[in-house]
């Protein structure tokens, strides 16, 4: 079982503002979020950084943690990234007062009152980042989505991709694995890991496949390693930088808004 991690990050504000970010993990894309906080508050607030798995076995401890700094922070911005939020996370969530309660990245219907959030249409998103570059993708002549179920939004997604495949009469395939026979030249993939993706890769070099040419590859997140990986990765992502700061605008207006988060596609050579 993963330990939950307390991370302090506090920035010395010039008002007593206090601010706790709740992740469950750390990643690249989650350290962008981090950082357009931060830059967006500007030292208007301290923040403090809680590291937190946000799943069965650890609901007890999530709720204790709230409980007992529900006085100490004026805001509690929180990501509830897990494919099933359990009755007992939530009911905690719902606890925090609204006016103090801030959800990143995705939006839960059970999360009762009027609360600040800034989140991720997954299925939307995509659907419409490929019907803006249908050009670039309709040349191939498959569309395989390379899913990962462990991720909460791979369903989502899947449902944009299926969507944009069927209104363009595009053959498409899903996988939950990648094997060297589903490498085919001729045909794209959209990958969500960057596990798979490293798979693709390996295979199209021992297939001898130019990526870009005989095969593309588009990527869901954006890293830093992608912009340099085999000559550029092409990119489907959220503005993770942007995110954090529309939060941070949230917060230091006192708004309880839903703002959906831009999504934007990234063209580079494997695609």
């Known amino acids: 079982m993963s330990n939950p991690l307390a991370i302090s990050i506090t920035k010395t504000p010039n008002t007593e503002l206090k601010v706790l970010l709740i992740f469950n993990r750390l990643s690249d894309f989650r350290n962008e979020i981090y950082d357009g906080f931060v830059s967006q508050m500007n030292g208007g607030a301290s923040i403090d ?102 991720y909460f939004y791979s369903l989502d997604i899947m449902e944009g991709v299926t969507r944009f495949a069927k209104e363009n009469n595009l053959k498409y395939n899903i996988y939950t694995e990648v094997i060297s026979e589903n490498i085919r030249k001729d045909e794209m993939y959209l990958v969500l890991s960057e596990r798979f993706l490293a798979i693709i890769l390996k295979n199209c070099q021992q297939q001898n496949l130019q990526i870009g040419k005989d095969i593309g590859i588009l990527s869901y997140n954006e890293t830093p390693v992608k912009e340099v990986l085999s000559g550029g990765i092409t990119v489907v992502t959220t503005d993770h930088f942007q995110l954090g700061k529309t939060a941070a605008n949230l917060i230091l207006n006192g708004k309880k808004e839903h703002i959906r988060n831009p999504f934007l596609f990234i063209q580079r050579n494997s695609l």
Do not use: W
């Open 49 to 150: 950084l809680y590291i937190h798995p946000l799943n069965n076995q650890n609901s007890s401890h999530f709720a204790q943690v709230i409980r007992e700094k529900i006085n100490t922070y004026d805001y509690f911005a929180i990501m509830l990234h897990a494919s099933h939020v359990n009755e007992d996370i939530l009911k905690t969530v719902n606890s925090i007062p609204k006016e103090k309660l801030l959800i990143l990245d995705k939006k839960n219907e059970f999360i009762r009152g009027e609360y600040a959030c800034v989140y991720q249409d997954f299925e939307e998103d995509i659907y419409e980042a490929l019907s803006r570059e249908k050009h670039l993708i309709t040349k191939y002549k498959t569309l395989n989505f390379v899913i990962q179920e462990k």
